[in-house]
């Protein structure tokens, strides 16, 4: 049986553009730090995406039941 896609439609606008990087870097835990940080010592400017605002979010996201009192 074939499956069917689907697609979403989107008037066309006019996006502003924030910033010009090489190198995006989607999530914040410590391999995709490891990986800006190692890419920014090789001279690539890189812009890393999170779905939190801080970094390390699966070293400090863990600990999040301990502090639920606080």
């Not at 697609?7 to 995709?32: E, F, H, M, N």
């Not at 995406?49 to 301990?66: A, R």
């Amino acid at each position: 049986m074939k499956q069917e896609m689907t697609y979403c439609g989107l008037p066309a606008r006019d996006l502003p553009v924030i910033g010009t990087v090489d190198l995006i870097v989607a999530g914040a835990s410590l391999g995709g730090i490891a990986a800006a940080l190692s890419a920014a010592r090789l001279g690539v400017n890189v812009f890393v995406v999170s779905y939190q605002p801080y970094l390390g979010e699966d070293i400090c996201g863990s600990y999040w039941h301990l502090f639920e009192d606080v």
